[in-house]
């Protein structure tokens, strides 16, 4: 019995203490960055580092809104990211309503085919990208932007779509159609309100993907007023010294977007991940 | 019957669920024909499904496919990335880089960047999920941190490591030296190590998915098939290699195809974080050099030569891939 009880004791200290690193590892960068962030010059520089700002100030913050282009950045980034979401959803909630409710020649061809661009990694397309987009006239435009974010999520939208779609019943749409209403009052009124999660939560994994993205706003885009946040922190670096106080104020107000969206759709993760996942 | 245009013994239906009759008659075919109701007839049905897919393929061909048939042609090309001039030169860019040493560098240090990333991300993903998978107090809050990384932008994934790894003021060093485990500050971002910490903060950032991936499929793992284990007096280490291992291996198969494509062809973290920092040419991969042949020297023909090849070599690794565990697709 005493046997039994220190073996169990000793596999919950493995597991907490597994636990507890998982949890540390994730958190401190956050945490040192947040802690910086608040830090007055010449304390992010002090040695030995304090974990907790010893003279917290908002300085950093007041400078990243008053001298950089911050806030147009920040502009930009939500314009861009949401025009992409609508245009996503729009297009793949049609998309994988045709692959669930009608039956047609071609359909799991055609299904096929789009999980297999879902490996496509963006690197292989920006190059080509690039040079089409000049031909066609249209670098440096948000236009371009948002069809590129809507082309590199769509896959896995459509994917995670076709997986929710397939999990509302038939039996009431069937039924509504029975009692007379068309395939359009079925749609609006038993359809929508039963996919509303997952289109929510597709969406949000949409506009997270559209917000971090690096590459094609790197490519695409080249005047200042119409960068957004990655490649507009990015810039920041370039100064002769680096301002890590301003860095990290920038790094925070960027990620809590991410994060209040990443938090608000964590019940449905799980649940999306079997169907398809997140890309990056 | 209307328009009837493909046979109904081939059924259609997703994961061949609820298979279709031939009878036609009314109230027959109600439940049986799944996903079709009754009340729309084929023909509809053929117009209507491949006009609300349009959408949908049109910018999956337009946008993706085309672009990477095209980067097919732009690499039989000379092309400035800038100038409207080009000149065909057929297979001259291929053999350029077959002669270029750098392109060779890059495939070296692309491979070991991959290989190092994925095995690691793989080994703490499946550790991480299955304890996880345990229940213990506060693993809401555990299971949603762990993925912040996963979550944010991978600029800002890169200035926190800058950060934390700056050579004078780092947190990194302080503690190495605190804990007198280095007697010099190190360069973390200097020629010597800075793949190896690139190495680290990729598996940082990009384990999740794994843990994320595994951890979905382990919580749909019947109990019983663990109490059998149990009774049977199996260890945990037996257990894991008898009762999860089997489970996982169709997801496992998935999770490494998908995250070994992404990691040979990462681009933003590996330029990011050897932008600037003065030792980029060592962690130089392949997809950071035909970015470079495209935008920085100019050099779209030889940009999109490397692309092509990137993805040549991609399709043959999952061929093998597909054939080496040809078991596993199939669960998978």
Known sequence: MNRWRRRRLLTRSLLYGGAAFLALQA?????????????????????????????????NFRRLFTATGFLVYFKNSLIVSGLAVLLTMVVSA????????????????????????????????????????KKAGVENTHFALVLAFTSFCLPFTLWLMRAFF??????????????????????????????????????????????????????????????????????????????????????????????????????????????????? | MIGVSYPESKPVELSGARPGSGANFPGSGFARRGWIPATTPERRQQWMGWLTIAPALFLILALTLYPVAYSIWLSLLEKHSFFPQERFIGLE?????????????????????????????????????????ETFVGRGLVRAIVLFPYMIPTIVAVILWKWLLNDTYGVVN?????????????????????????????????????????????????????????????????????????????????????????????????????????????????PVYAYMRTLTYYQAGLGAALAVIMFAILIVCTIIYFRMFREEADIG
């Open chain 2, 174 to 286: 302080y503690w190495l030296f605190a804990f007198g485990i280095i007697r010099d500050p190190m360069s973390w971002l200097g020629a010597d190590h800075i793949m190896l910490s690139v190495i680290v903060m990729s598996i940082w950032q990009f384990f999740p998915f794994v843990l994320l991936s595994i951890l979905a499929r382990l919580q749909t793992i019947p109990p019983e098939l663990y109490e059998a284990a149990k009774v049977d007096g199996a260890s945990a280490i037996r257990r894991f290699l008898n009762v999860t291992l089997p489970q996982i291996r169709g997801i496992l198969f998935v999770v490494i195809l998908l995250r070994s494509i992404w990691m040979f062809t990462k681009f933003d973290t590996v330029w990011l974080m050897g932008e600037g920092a003065g030792a980029g040419r060592f962690i130089r991969t392949l």
């Open chain 1, 27 to 59: 958190a401190f960068p956050f945490f040192w960055m947040l802690s910086t962030s608040f830090k007055p010059p010449v304390e992010v520089f002090a040695q030995p580092p304090s974990f907790i700002p010893e003279d917290p100030t908002w300085d």
């Open chain 1, 94 to 133: 049609a998309g994988a309503y045709s692959l669930t409710r009608y039956r047609y020649l071609g359909r799991e061809k055609i299904a096929g085919l789009i999980l297999c661009t879902y490996m496509f990694a963006p690197i292989m397309v920006v190059i080509p990208f690039f040079i089409l987009v």
């Open chain 1, 166 to 280: 397939a999990t509302i019943p038939l039996e009431l749409e069937e039924a509504a159609l029975v009692d007379g209403a068309g395939r359009v009052r079925a749609l609006i009124y038993v359809v929508l309100p039963l996919a509303l999660p997952g289109i929510i939560a597709t969406s949000i994994f949409t506009f997270i993907l559209a917000w971090n993205d690096y590459i094609f706003t790197r490519i695409l885009i080249t005047s200042d007023e119409l960068k957004t946040l990655p490649v507009g922190v990015q810039d920041l670096f370039h100064s002769a010294l680096i301002d890590w106080g301003l860095i990290m104020a920038a790094g925070i107000m960027i990620t809590i977007p991410a994060l209040l969206f990443f938090l608000s759709v964590q019940k449905y993760l799980i649940r999306g991940w079997g169907a398809g996942g997140v890309k990056g």
């Open chain 2, 93 to 133: 860019n291929y053999f350029y880089l077959w002669k270029d040493e750098e392109f060779w560098t890059s495939l070296w240090l692309g491979t070991v960047y991959s290989m190092w990333t994925i095995l690691f991300q793989i080994i703490l993903g499946v550790a991480a999920a299955l304890i996880l998978n």
